[in-house]
Structure formats: C-alpha cells, structure tokens
C-alpha cells in the first residue's frame, strides 16, 4: 500500500490547488505583521500636549479661548520664568477662580513674577493638541505612566507565548483548520474590543487575547502550508515570511492615511474576518488527519487535491499507509523523551529566543533615522526583503544547515565590528549593523522551516509552537536588556548579540539535515533523521512501522 507522500507524489506536490492554498494562507503573514508591529502607530508620541491646572478648563470657557490660547496663557510664561518648566509633567499648584483676569490670568498669583510659582506633578487631567491621534492621548500614557505603553507590548508578547502552548495543543489535538479559523474570529473580535476599549485594562486584557488568537493564525497555517505540500516544496514555508515583510511594508501607508489609533487598529483587525470564507476552500491537512486514524477523509481529500491539480489517483490508491503509533496527545515530555527529540528541542527553543532577542534589538538600537516616521518606517522593512532572496536562492541547493549557521554567525560578528568602529565612519557603522540585521533576520526565517521539519505529524503544531514560545520571551527581554546594557556602555549590547548569535550558529550545526527529506510522521522517524543520509548523501530506509487503513 502506498505512504502518504507517494500518494501526495501522484496527486501533485505543488499543483493548482496547493499554489491556491498557499497564496490565501500567506495573507495571515500580512494581518499577523500589523499586530506584530502596530505599537509603532498605536502608540505615537503625541506631538503636543500640556497639563492643564484645575478650574482651567470652566475659566477657558468663560474667557472663550481656544486650547492654544489656553496654553499660551497658563503654560509658556511659566516656561519663560523658569526654563526647566515644560508644563507636561508638572502644573501650576493652584486652583483658578473667577476673579482671574482673562487678559493676564497668571497675573493674579505670581506677584510679578513668574519664576516663583509653586508646582506640582501632573497625575491626570492632561490635554492634547489631537486627543485621539494615539493611545497615549487616549489613555494618558505619558510621565510617570510612559511605562504603560512598553507594558501593552509586553503584554501582546504574552499573549503570543500563552497562544503557542494552548492554540499550538488545540491544532494537534482538535484539528489545523478548526484552529486556525476559530483564531482568525478571535483575533478579529479581539480587535474590536481593543478599538473601543473604555478604558486602559480593557485594552489590556483584549490585546493580550488577540495576541494570544493572532499566535494561533500565524502558526496554524504555516504548518497547513508545510503539511500539504511535498518534501521539495516546503520552501513556501519562507515565502509567507515574505508576506509578513510585505505587512510591515503595507503598515505605515495605513497608518499614514488613517488618523486616528482606533481607525488604525480597526484596519488591522477588520481582515482577519474574511479568513473565515477559507472555511469553503481550505481543506483539513490530511497527514494530521492520517495520525488520528481518519484515512478515509485524508484519502478524499487527496483525490480532491489530485483532481484540481488535473491529475488522477492510480485505483490501487484506496489505503494509505499511517504509522501504527497510538494515537496520543501532545506533551512537553514527547519533546524531549527521546536524545535526538530532546536534543534537536533544547537547540530550537535557544535559536528561536536568540534570533527574536537579537532581531528586536538591532531594530531597536538602529531606530528609525529621523526625519519621516511612516517613509523611514517603510525603507526599515524593506531591507528584510533580501533575507527571504537569499534564503531562496542558497537553502535547496546547500541545505538548511549551513545557511542557518552562516547567518547566526555573520550577525554576530557584525554585532561586534559595529560595537568598536567609531563614530566619526557613521556611514560604514550603519552598513555592519545593517548587515548584522540581514543576517539575523535570514536566520529568524530559517528557524521556523527547519522547525517544521524537525518534528513528527502528531507533534509538529506543538513543537513549533513551544518552541517559537521562546521568540515571544526574547521580544519581552530585549528592551529591558538593550537599554539597561547601553546605559552602562553603548556598545555592550552589541557585545551580547555576538555571543549570543555564535553559540547559537555553532549549535545549529548538530541538527540533522532536513533538505529534500520527507517529513517525519513518528518520534522513530525523527530518531533516525540524524543518520539519513550517509558520508555519500545517499538516504537510508526506515525500518517499516506502517500499518494501513
């Protein structure tokens, strides 16, 4: 009886119907990149803003004027007096009466002068030039609270790690598309929520969520894409990756032409409905469906994808091969029973966390060069865009391996050339740490094909899961590390990003060699990738643990 990728091999590995699948699945890379990076619109820097004294606004409204006029009254003569006073974190300690003079309202408690003025923090009441441009406007996360915007990161990042243990369980045990399609109406009325929340725990709560159901969507269908395709075409797996630059891309021209946070999160979140139509023509990943002993619906849905492709099963193809495994659900401890599961785990999760921890630094630390937010913005991601060329071009002609090793190790030392060049070559300083983000960005994208292929059919949504869990704890550490190490020395988070992405090109090289392998159905499959290939690339049989159905 013929195994599933025979069967796959007749009815196409990379047809009509997989391109279709692929092409509607990659738009999840362009919705999950918006949640990604959307903090960068989300919470812009209100241009201008001021706190305004108690009583102000009833004698503005008495004296009729407008909230400029307002700011030049009771703010900027207290800055002419006193030079440190910008009047957005600290106030006036007095309270306005009405007998104030609408023409010199100041007048009335400086005596003269206005250096002398008691003042007081800002705790609330500010006012902004656009109140709803952003949500720190909207939710008052400036002075003593800019803190809270960092926090609606950090808390995304965890819903993204909460979403890679218990979506990643859900699409291994319940089904990929079931999943994946419950995860895009999480994300989408998540969204809402989050657009409308009243007040800054309701946005966090509902962005946690969607954090935790966008999760959900991105590995859920790169694992449909991987799963339904044959082993010399699951290099679509980093084409999506291109589709997540290209939502970076796209994201600034939303941003730009939508004014308002509530407008901007909506745009990101409105598309993720539309996912729901793939109920119709996205199929259920037949190899999952061959682990949970459901042969005859993976089997008509293989004579489906034949039929779209124009090709047609041979009549012998009634039975396909599954592995007589029992059919189990997925557990940490399946990850790292057995050596070369547990091996091939503990150096996944470390690349993941590196790669994550290393490509938000560099951003970070490169920042976005002056000038226009939403153009510079642009121009950042578009540089992400050779990784994915290159990766295309090297990754089925010299393997994974390799590829992923170089890139970790040319970002780590374009980490520490950057980190002893002086200032005064600024322009060749920003080229090595350009480098350096190619590089770590190639091997961020590696990482997640690699991933996929390192793992058995009953633990492959899991696994990628778990393990990209530890993207979601580098992206929470980052900030703190990058900023805590550059106030002691500039030049020392370049330092950790070296050691960092070495250790990690080193270790990658004791991973077997996945290319042109198929991908394995059981936990023995994967014990026995490592001696695959022997010293003269030939590939060895797998002793027979096929039953049929």
């Known amino acids: 009886m013929p195994s599933f990728d025979e069967v796959l091999k007749e009815a196409g590995e990379f047809g009509r119907f997989q391109k279709r699948v692929f092409f509607l699945l990659c738009?999840?890379?362009i919705t999950f990149s918006f949640l990604f990076a959307s903090v960068v619109f989300l919470g812009q820097a209100p241009s201008s803003y001021w706190c305004r004294i108690?009583?102000?606004?009833?004698q503005s409204e008495l004296c009729g004027w407008t909230l400029e006029e307002?700011?030049?009254?009771?703010?900027?003569p207290l800055h002419l007096g006193n030079g440190s006073f910008s009047g957005e974190c600290e106030r006036l300690d007095v309270v306005w009466d009405t007998s104030v003079s609408c023409a010199s309202p100041l007048a009335h408690y400086s005596n003269g002068s206005t250096g002398y003025l008691p003042l007081t923090t800002c705790h609330d009441n500010w006012v902004y030039k656009q109140p709803h441009s952003s949500i720190v406007s909207e939710y008052n996360l400036v002075c003593?609270?800019?803190?809270?915007?960092?926090?609606?990161?950090?808390?995304?990042?965890?819903?993204?790690?909460?979403?890679?243990f218990t979506l990643g369980y859900a699409a291994d045990r319940y089904g990929r598309i079931l999943t994946y399609l419950l995860s895009c109406l999480g994300v989408g009325i998540c969204g809402i929520i989050v657009a409308f929340a009243p007040n800054f725990t309701i946005f966090l709560i509902f962005r946690f969520l969607q954090g935790v159901f966008g999760k959900g969507t991105w590995m859920t269908c790169y694992v449909i894409v991987t799963e339904i395709v044959g082993s010399d075409q699951r290099i679509v797996g980093i084409v999506i990756q291109i589709f997540f630059t290209l939502g970076?891309?796209?994201?600034?021209?939303?941003?730009?032409?939508?004014?308002?946070?509530?407008?901007?999160?909506?745009?990101?979140?409105?598309p993720n409905f539309l996912?729901?139509?793939?109920?119709?023509?996205?199929?259920?990943?037949?190899?999952?469906l061959l682990t949970r002993k459901k042969g005859d619906k993976a089997l008509k849905i293989m004579h489906h994808i034949a039929k779209h492709n124009g090709k047609y099963l041979s009549p012998h193809y009634s039975e396909i091969t599954i592995n007589n495994e029992e059919v189990s659900n997925p557990s940490f401890l399946s990850l790292v029973r057995?050596?070369?599961?547990?091996?091939?785990?503990?150096?996944?999760?470390?690349?993941?966390?590196?790669?994550?921890?290393?490509?938000?630094g560099l951003v970070m630390r490169l920042g976005i060069v002056g000038g226009n937010l939403y153009l510079d913005f642009f121009i950042s991601a578009a540089v992400e865009l050779p990784a994915a060329l290159l990766i295309l071009v090297t990754i089925d002609r010299i393997g994974r391996r390799l590829p992923f090793a170089i890139s970790n190790i040319v970002a780590g030392i374009a980490c520490l050339i950057t980190a002893f060049l002086p200032e005064d070559i600024l322009w060749l300083k920003m080229t090595i740490a350009t480098l350096g983000r190619l590089g770590i960005t190639m091997a961020f994208e590696i990482v997640y094909l690699v991933n996929t292929e390192l793992y058995p059919t009953t633990l492959r949504n899991?696994?990628?899961?778990?393990?990209?869990?530890?993207?979601?704890?580098?992206?929470?550490?980052?900030?703190?590390?990058?900023?805590r190490l550059a106030a002691i020395w500039l030049e020392l988070p370049l330092i950790i990003f070296c050691i960092l992405a070495v250790v990690c090109g080193l270790l990658v090289l004791l991973l077997p060699e996945t290319k042109g392998i198929s991908l394995p159905e059981t936990v023995e499959d994967v014990e026995q990738l490592s001696s695959h290939f022997g010293k003269c690339g030939k590939k060895r049989k797998h002793r027979d643990t096929n039953s049929y159905i």
């Open 462 to 483: 899991f696994g990628v899961s778990l393990c990209s869990s530890l993207c979601d704890l580098g992206g929470i550490i980052a900030p703190f590390l990058l900023f």
């Open 54 to 58: 108690p009583g102000a606004a009833e």
């Open 70 to 76: 307002e700011r030049n009254f009771t703010v900027l």
């Open 338 to 360: 057995t050596p070369r599961m547990r091996r091939n785990t503990l150096i996944l999760m470390y690349a993941w966390f590196t790669s994550a921890l290393i490509y938000q």
């Open 144 to 164: 003593g609270n800019a803190w809270m915007l960092d926090l609606s990161q950090a808390v995304l990042n965890l819903g993204f790690l909460a979403g890679a």
């Open 27 to 29: 738009q999840t890379g």
């Open 275 to 288: 996912f729901l139509l793939y109920y119709w023509v996205v199929p259920e990943s037949p190899r999952w």
């Open 248 to 270: 970076i891309m796209i994201l600034p021209g939303i941003a730009y032409l939508v004014p308002t946070w509530q407008g901007i999160q909506l745009a990101i979140s409105l």
